[in-house]
């Protein structure tokens, strides 16, 4: 700080603007938009399917074209963001939101329904990286520590937030719009951000102009396709051949993406997904407890919310205030969680966090086991109190062990890597646990014994992130001793 006060070259720098409390509010509003449509949707599907007479296969797809949107041009937008700045395309993502779910609610045919999703997936990946860019840009210390975790709080309990607001608004049924008041409801939030968005939050971009990287965009969006399609539509149509050739296709697709982002940074050309930031420690472990923490969250929030409907007979709104102690527990947590890392260490509060959560899964099968069938709010609050106090803990310390080593100016690229690799284990997770799921009900077991076997993939999952962020802690120990 001393050097850039007193070299009068280095004023820009110093003018650099800070993220107010303000700015950040509206910021994590802006987040609510994409994260609460992620599981909105899950309790509205039947009337959906009523509504628009849509098969299996449709209402698949209509989950699908989000997630799979989202996730392929999440790169894409971090990108833009950086060369355009990232208020403006935080901005343009919002008012495309507003759009999106307006034609979402206004949809009279399940191919409407599905383009109008696509569209809202586009809208999200433009507005997602810019809240994490612009956090590790403007802010440093303790302050970006803490702002991280109330990005993790949002970000958790905007997932079961859906949950709860899905069930309520379909059955009260305002407006006798139905379903479609869990699209409609996003507008005011909508204006609500654009009218504050340039007022508080200041406006950051890349220094220097970082030209668009179309062939990795495009290998990307090819990969990210044909493993989402084949995960979300292979246990419906059977694993078919086609759902196989996808799958297949997913590791080609992969070498060639390496090779030519190796080539376009060789060339010293600005890649979409950086292989110096790929050859990062902090970040490959990022990564992957991105894929084995997030899919086994989107596998449990499936299993179990289908159990408690389809299996117990709850309805809707029941099922959805179900998850309320999980979601109030995540937020209590989640503004403990900064202090807990500066404490404890990045790795250490994520050690910390897996084991509450595993305990939680453990007394949640125990509950299942002992209550079925007829499990409430009152008998799986304990447990799920436990998952939703752990899991806070886990998605700060993801995000602040992956943007650890991530220099500033290419802060977009690496929140666009994370959250990408983030939306692709939500599909992820969804179909594996799912199958799982789904297999033990084929096989002529019961509810109670599928969500006990998707229960217990999860607690697979999250013993291998246990025992691979021990190892990340063993080695960073080693080159950085206290």
Not at 120 to 135: C, E, K, M, N, S
Not at 293 to 299: E, L, Q, R
Not at 308 to 331: C, H, K, M, V, W
Not at 434 to 457: E, K
Request: proline share 4%; net charge positive.
């Amino acid at each position: 700080m001393s050097r850039i006060a007193s070299t009068p070259q280095a004023a820009p720098r110093a003018a650099t603007p800070r993220l107010s409390m303000a700015g950040l509010t509206v910021l994590l509003a802006g987040q609510l938009l994409p994260q609460i449509d992620f599981t909105i949707v899950n309790v509205a599907l039947d009337a959906i399917a009523r509504s628009l007479n849509a098969d299996a296969t449709g209402l698949e797809l209509i989950i699908a074209a989000y997630g799979v949107a989202f996730a392929v041009c999440l790169a894409m937008g971090g990108r833009l963001g950086d060369k355009l700045g990232r208020r403006r395309v935080f901005e343009w993502g919002v008012a495309l939101f507003f759009v999106s779910s307006l034609l979402c609610g206004l949809a009279q045919a399940v191919w409407q329904l599905l383009a109008a999703r696509a569209l809202q997936g586009v809208a999200a990946a433009l507005i997602v990286p810019q809240i994490l860019a612009t956090i590790h840009v403007t802010l440093q210390g303790h302050a970006h520590s803490r702002a991280l975790g109330y990005y993790g709080a949002i970000g958790g309990l905007s997932f079961i937030v859906g949950q709860v607001l899905g069930g309520f608004l379909i059955s009260a049924d305002v407006a006798g719009l139905g379903w479609r008041s869990v699209f409609l409801i996003n507008l005011p939030l909508c204006l609500g951000v654009l009218a504050c968005s340039r007022r508080w939050v200041p406006e950051t971009r890349r220094e220097g102009c970082a030209a668009i990287d179309w062939p990795g965009t495009l290998l990307l969006a090819t990969l990210i396709v044909c493993l989402l399609l084949a995960l979300t539509l292979g246990p419906g149509l059977r694993w078919s051949w086609p759902c196989l050739a996808l799958l297949a296709a997913v590791l080609p697709l992969l070498a060639a993406l390496w090779r030519v982002e190796q080539e376009q940074a060789r060339r010293g050309g600005h890649p979409l997904l950086p292989p110096e930031l790929l050859r990062l420690p902090s970040v490959g472990f990022g990564l992957l407890v991105a894929v084995l923490f997030f899919s086994g969250w989107s596998g449990f929030m499936f299993a179990v919310a289908l159990t408690l409907q389809s299996g117990a007979g709850l309805s809707p709104f029941e099922s959805g205030n179900a998850f309320i102690a999980l979601g109030a527990s995540y937020f209590v947590s989640s503004l403990l969680s900064a202090r807990v890392s500066a404490r404890l260490g990045q790795a250490r509060t994520l050690i910390v966090g897996c084991l509450i959560q595993m305990s939680g899964l453990l007394a949640l099968m125990l509950t299942f086991e002992r209550v079925w069938p007829q499990p409430g709010v009152l008998n799986l609050m304990p447990a799920t109190c436990l998952i939703g106090f752990g899991q806070a803990f886990i998605v700060g310390s993801f995000f602040r062990i992956g943007l650890s080593d991530v220099p500033q100016q290419q802060a977009g690229a690496g929140a666009a890597m994370l959250s990408t690799v983030q939306q692709a284990a939500f599909g992820l997770g969804a179909a594996l646990i799912g199958a799982v799921f789904a297999q033990v009900l084929h096989g002529g077991g019961d509810y109670r014994q599928a969500v006990l076997a998707a229960l217990g993939s999860e607690l697979v999952l999250m013993l291998m992130l246990v025992s691979s962020a021990l190892v990340f802690h063993g080695r960073r120990s080693r080159r950085c001793p206290a």
